[in-house]
C-alpha cells in the first residue's frame, strides 16, 4: 500500500543519513503526516479555499457529487430489509440536501439514483427527478470506479447510491478515495465531489454532510457573516 511504502523508503533513507534518532523520529513523524493528509475527504464547511474551488468547478459543469442515501430504516414495524425505505431523519435530511445543493451551487445538474427505494426518494425528494442506472446499485461491481470516472457527463452530475459503492471508489493503487468508511450512520447523506480526470481517474473536491448544508447556505446568502462552528 502507498502507506507503507512511503515509510518503508523514508526509514531507510533517514536511516542512513541521520543517525540522530530524535532527528529520525520528527523527519519521519512529518512524513507520517504528508502521507495521512490525504486519508480523509475535506469538510468543505471547515474550508472556504476548498468550497470556493468547488463552487468554480461547478460553475465549469463538470462535477460529479457521489451521493450516500439519507438515513434508513431498521428494525422499524414494515422496514424491508434489504430495500429499506427512509426514516423520517433520512427524509428531513434529503430536504436539507436538496436545498443545500441548489441555494450554493445551483442549477443545472442531472441526477441519477440505484434501484433501491432509499435511492429513489432519496433523489426524488432532494431533486424532484431523477433517473435509474442500475450499474450504481448494489452490489458494486470492482469496475465501479471505472463506471464512475468513465460516466458520460454533459453537466454537473448526481449520482445517489449506497455506502459499499462509495467505499469501492479507489484508486490505481486500492486507496479509497474518501478515505473512510461510508457506512457509518455519522456518514448518512454524505456528500462527495469529484471531477473525472484523464488516465481514469478521480480528484476529490471535498465532502459535505447534511448537517453542513445550513451553515453552507448561509455563508452564500451572507457571506459577511460569522462561519457558524
Not at 480523509?40 to 460553475?59: S, V
Not at 445543493?101 to 427505494?117: A, C, K, N, Q
Not at 452530475?157 to 459503492?165: A, D, K, N, R
Request: proline share 6%; hydrophobic share 40%; net charge negative.
Amino acid at each position: 500500500m502507498r502507506f507503507i511504502s512511503s515509510i518503508a523508503c523514508a526509514v531507510k533513507l533517514l536511516s542512513n543519513l541521520f543517525p540522530d534518532m530524535r532527528l529520525l523520529f520528527l523527519t519521519l513523524t512529518l512524513c507520517l503526516l504528508s502521507a495521512c493528509a490525504n486519508n480523509h475527504c475535506i469538510a468543505l464547511k471547515d474550508d472556504p479555499t476548498a468550497w470556493q474551488a468547488l463552487q468554480d468547478a461547478w460553475q465549469d459543469q463538470q462535477v460529479l457529487m457521489i451521493l450516500r442515501h439519507a438515513a434508513k430504516c431498521d428494525e422499524e414495524p414494515g422496514c424491508v430489509e434489504d430495500n429499506e425505505d427512509l426514516t423520517p431523519l433520512g427524509k428531513m435530511q434529503a430536504g436539507v440536501i436538496g436545498d443545500g445543493v441548489r441555494d450554493t451551487l445551483g442549477e443545472p445538474f442531472d441526477v441519477y439514483h440505484s434501484d433501491m427505494i432509499r435511492t429513489e426518494d432519496t433523489a426524488l425528494l432532494a431533486f424532484g427527478a431523477s433517473t435509474v442506472d442500475v450499474k450504481i446499485s448494489k452490489p458494486c461491481l470492482p469496475g465501479f470506479s471505472d463506471h464512475v470516472s468513465n460516466f458520460p457527463i454533459s453537466t454537473n452530475t448526481i449520482l445517489v447510491t449506497h455506502s459499499s459503492c462509495i467505499d469501492s471508489l479507489v484508486d490505481r493503487e486500492g486507496e479509497r478515495y474518501l478515505g473512510l468508511k461510508s457506512g457509518d450512520d455519522a456518514h448518512f447523506g454524505i456528500a462527495a465531489f469529484m471531477q473525472q480526470t484523464p488516465g481514469n481517474e478521480l480528484k476529490v473536491l471535498g465532502c459535505v454532510w447534511p448537517k453542513d448544508w445550513p451553515a453552507l447556505i448561509q455563508s452564500v446568502l451572507a457571506p459577511s457573516a460569522p462561519r457558524i462552528p
